[in-house]
């Protein structure tokens, strides 16, 4: 009988202990996502289902299948050591989307790992769905806003309060009067509410709120991650940079070798539309915007003498007529159709290229192209470090800009999520001129004595790197 009880109790203990060591490996989502959005939304589509400047992540384990999940783990980890040892998976991916390397993250548990999957598996599949948040923060699961059933909450407990209060003040009026006080009063609501314990409470409640809500606003001022203004000019970066091929520092050449990446001015479109004088997509309509900012003509293939200082009534003569042109050869006649596209491009371009409301009436000069990015005052960064020295790809922080129409802000562009990418990525040592003063880092690379280094090892946390 004792034996028995023995071997009962030893199967209770068995269970329990085989319950608890599979809901302690069983995914959290919400772990999952927040380490995806801090750790890999900068290479990686949040949709799981589009290329970006790494590949899309949905089905990532039926791809590693044939493999053990033990290898999926360590090309989390590292990747680069994965290639280097000739693992199939890993030399296939290379080959695929070389000469990117993905950053490192040897400090991820076996179980940070599988959050992460999980929380990419359900975004891929959608099930469930999950809310996207670009604070950086995890989200409900069910892709609900809690916010109302917050407020419920503390309403309803709000009112328990109140009763509570009700009935601990009659029972010290109960208590009172057994006691023989016949002066003893019981507490109005009114009472209740207005006394001083109640009024305190209310006033350490709205410090807290109001703490929570000022910093939780105060860290997300001048945040605009998804930001897609409209352009004066429809330019898209889909056809330019995607189809046919136009490489980003060609354009936005200050990204090289400056600070700024700049706005390209009119001179750099008109090195490919001087030939270029009508668009695939919008034939003379945005083009046409383009010649009249800077005082080319396109009907005589030159630009016009003295342009700054023509009327807007001549400028109208001179496009009015070029759209006209080109839309009787396509159409072989003006007609009251041709008429009405007319009138609509010129007002296009006068709305375009003017405002009145800021007294600025004249259709010459440069294009006030609206800004998508914009770092507070207090913030330094220099395109040049990033793109010449640390040879970062344009796609690793402003998303895959060759397949967007409207461009938008792809990263949050926070404090956090530059200081995580600084931690976690490799600085590319090999055959680079700018580090070639780090002489320990390199001996201990080339004796194997590390694997890697990062931007935090030289210095890339540093205050003074950004704030000075």
Known sequence: MTNKLLYFKFLILFFTCLTFSLSAQEADLNAGKTLFINQCASCHAKDMKADLTGPALGGVEERWADYPRED???????????????????KELWSTWG?????NFPAYTDQEIENVLAYVDAKWKE???????????????????????????????????????????????????????????RKTLSDILTSK?????????????????????????????????????????????????IDCKYCHDGARRSKHSVIPAANTCMNCHKA????????????????????????TDKYIENYDELKTEDIEKIY????????????????????????????????????????DDKIQGPIEWVRIHNLPDHVYFNHAQHVTVGKVECQQCHGKVEAMEVVEQYSPLSMGWCIN??????????????????????????KGKRKGVTVEEIGGLECQKCHY
Not at 149 to 178: H, P
């Open 99 to 103: 000469p990117t390397i993905m950053n």
């Open 197 to 245: 314990g109640f009024v305190s409470f209310v006033i350490f409640l709205a410090i807290v709120i109001g703490g929570f809500m000022t910093v939780n606003n105060a860290i997300n001022l001048g945040r605009q991650q998804g930001y897609q203004p409209d352009q004066p000019i429809k330019f898209s970066h889909a056809t330019h940079a995607g189809l046919h091929k």
């Open 421 to 446: 990418c600084h931690r976690e990525t490799d600085v590319q040592f090999a055959d680079n001129e700018y580090y070639k003063s780090f002489e320990i880092y390199h001996e201990e690379l080339a």
């Open 127 to 185: 099930q469930p769905k999950v809310v996207e948040n670009t604070t950086g923060t995890a989200g409900a699961a069910d892709g609900e806003d809690n916010r109302l059933m917050f407020i419920a909450l503390f309403l309803i407990l709000g009112l328990l309060a109140l009763v509570l209060a009700r009935i601990i003040a009659n029972l010290n009026y109960m208590s009172q009067v057994q006691e023989g006080d016949t002066d003893a009063q």
């Open 72 to 90: 999926l783990y360590s090309w989390i980890r590292n990747s680069q050591a994965m290639i280097s040892a000739g693992h199939p998976r890993a």
């Open 320 to 359: 009015k007529k070029w759209i006209a042109d080109e839309y009787v050869k396509d159409n072989s006649t003006l007609d009251r159709e041709g008429e009405r596209l007319i009138e609509e491009q010129w007002d296009a371009i006068v709305s375009s290229l003017t405002d009145p409301d800021n007294g």
């Open 276 to 299: 270029i004088e009508k668009g695939s997509t919008y034939g003379t309509a945005e083009l046409t915007k383009i010649f009249a900012s800077i005082g080319y003509d396109p009907s």
